[in-house]
């Protein structure tokens, strides 16, 4: 039983095309997360929803929009994509019952290419 | 800000042999926990172990054990009899309860057969 799931797990599009990337946990978490592991393999917090709230998002552009329709749930939608975009997307969820570092699972990642 | 620092960006390992990777971290709290997660080349982000701060005894997970020295900041990752199956990216990460985890660079891990 997958127990953090990501769709579609490549994604190839063009410069300037809008796509959304889906993410689903059957893990009954409250939290969930969007990375984004660059060229390099660094591991960097995009987003972070709680119970559906927004918690935290980082310095990323507007073109990133996520959207939590429900706490099992947690998809990224990128606007006007940009060659720089290209990475791959990780999502997990935890449980953060004292928000004191919980362990957070990951889901298979999302490899977005750009051209 | 937190900080984690992974000072060996690749590591090579006789199959069978013990390697310990490295981490140490920067922090101002006294309440955190760390992670490292194994991530090969099927792109899946594992998780490998994970310490407490309070708790002063190492964690274990079979062949995988910590070396935390909470004083020091240190937070090293032994893993004993490597097998071909351990080649993979090692991050260490740091979480304290601000709904993210703060990841290292990484260390590629080679097994020698």
């Known amino acids: 039983d997958t127990a953090v799931s990501q769709t579609p797990k490549y994604l190839v599009t063009q410069m300037g095309n809008d796509k959304s990337i889906k993410c689903e946990q059957n893990?009954?978490?409250?939290?969930m997360y969007w990375y984004k592991q660059d060229s390099k393999k660094f591991l960097k917090i995009m987003f972070s929803y709680n119970n559906k709230e927004l918690i935290i998002n980082e310095t990323v552009p507007n073109r990133f929009s996520p959207k939590s329709p429900d706490k099992a749930h947690l998809n990224l939608h990128i606007n006007s994509l940009e060659l720089g975009d290209s990475a791959v997307y990780f999502c997990?969820?935890?449980?953060?019952?004292?928000?004191?570092?919980?362990?957070?699972?990951f889901g298979p990642g999302t490899r977005l290419l750009v051209l | 800000a937190q900080t984690v620092t992974q000072s060996q960006p690749e590591m090579s390992v006789q199959e069978a042999e013990t390697v310990t990777l490295s981490c140490t971290y920067d922090?101002?709290?006294?309440?955190?926990?760390l992670f490292w997660y194994k991530q090969p080349p099927s792109r899946q982000m594992i998780l490998v172990i994970r310490q407490e701060a309070y708790k002063q005894q190492n964690a274990t997970e079979n062949r995988f054990s910590v070396n935390f020295q909470k004083a020091a900041k240190s937070f090293s990752l032994k893993i004993s009899d490597s097998q071909l199956g351990d080649a993979a990216m090692y991050f260490c990460?740091?979480?304290?309860?601000?709904?993210?985890?703060?990841f290292g660079k990484g260390t590629k891990l080679s097994v020698i057969p």
């Open positions: 893990l009954g978490h409250d939290t």
């Open positions: 997990a969820s935890s449980q953060p019952r004292g928000t004191r570092g919980e362990t957070q699972y």
């Open positions: 990460a740091y979480g304290a309860g601000s709904y993210q985890l703060t």
């Open positions: 922090t101002s709290e006294s309440d955190y926990y």
